[in-house]
């Protein structure tokens, strides 16, 4: 019996569940996760060589000018040594990790999620998947609402692969695009892109896509070729007068 019981473990029946029991299931970037993972013995004993947590989260791949929808894990930990759980056992086991810099807050079409995993050798890994609600931190949501009250109207919010430049930090960047709602930057200005790039506990780095209405025949090569797209790298503090400073730098970059 304890033989057939271990051949049906090793195909996922009557093996060992995992529950993963997070104590809020709202983050902001500057808290740690914290919850417990609840393993449950199955009909035999198993070995199990590992309990890892993985952050993931959704995003929009381009492929030949096709969108993909796909996903990317953002970090990843493992939490315990190898042991035994015998049959029908339960055992828990407390953990807590930070969240990565580059985690999306989940607005619009974007989701975070954990997913756990037990490492069980010759069997099916059994997983559980918890998803997460992310927000801005407080510097960080102070920073779009002043984008939003020198001039401009936050139309939309993407993850999307990070650029060739950005992918050792991160392998998504999230987007917020806004458009002009103000006489002098609907002027010059299609639109603002902005990326946070790393939080601290009082600052942020942001990365500013500046993209300059086209103008002549010159205007709508240079649009053709991406040419009229210019960025700006800030960090800001939470000190700082923000509308000030980045109507300053935006302001510079129409002239």
Same mark, same amino acid.
């Given at each position: 019996?304890?033989?057939?019981?271990?051949?049906? @473990?090793? /195909?996922?029946?009557?093996?060992?569940?995992?529950?993963?029991?997070?104590?809020?299931?709202?983050?902001? !970037?500057? =808290?740690?996760?914290?919850?417990? /993972? =609840?393993? *449950?013995g199955g009909s035999?004993?198993?070995?199990? &060589? @590992?309990?890892? !947590?993985?952050?993931? *989260?959704n995003f929009i791949r381009e492929i030949d000018d096709k969108k993909i929808?796909?996903? @990317?894990?953002?970090? $990843?930990?493992? !939490?315990?040594? %190898?042991?035994?759980?015998? @049959?029908? =056992?339960?055992? =828990?086991?407390?953990f807590a990790f930070p969240l990565p810099s580059v985690v999306p807050i989940t607005i619009g079409k974007s989701r975070v999620w954990i997913? *756990?995993? !037990? &490492?069980?050798?010759?069997?099916? &890994? %059994?997983? &559980?998947k918890d998803f997460i609600d992310i927000q801005p931190s407080p510097l960080a949501n102070s920073v779009l609402t002043a984008i939003q009250n020198i001039g401009f109207r936050l139309r939309k919010v993407d993850n999307e692969q990070a650029p060739s430049y950005l992918r050792? $930090? *991160?392998?998504?960047?999230?987007?917020f695009e806004f458009t002009p709602t103000n006489q002098t930057y609907r002027r010059y200005l299609d639109e603002l892109e902005l990326v946070f790039l790393g939080h601290s506990p009082n600052s942020v780095e942001i990365l500013l896509q500046v993209d300059r209405r086209a103008r002549g025949l010159g205007g709508f090569l240079s649009e053709a070729f991406d040419m009229d797209e210019s960025f700006i790298r800030l960090t800001l503090f939470d000190n700082d007068n923000l509308s000030a400073?980045?109507?300053?730098?935006?302001?510079?970059?129409m002239k």
């Open positions: 019996m304890s033989l057939f019981n271990k051949v049906l @473990a090793s /195909v996922g029946i009557g093996s060992a569940k995992v529950d993963t029991k997070l104590h809020k299931s709202s983050y902001t !970037l500057d =808290e740690n996760v914290t919850g417990v /993972v =609840e393993i *449950t035999t004993e198993q070995q199990i &060589d @590992a309990i890892y !947590l993985s952050l993931y *989260t929808n796909d996903q @990317a894990m953002l970090s $990843q930990f493992q !939490l315990n040594e %190898p042991f035994i759980i015998q @049959a029908n =056992e339960k055992r =828990e086991i407390p997913q *756990t995993g !037990l &490492d069980i050798k010759n069997a099916v &890994d %059994p997983k &559980d050792r $930090q *991160t392998p998504i960047v999230q987007e400073k980045l109507s300053h730098a935006i302001e510079a970059k």
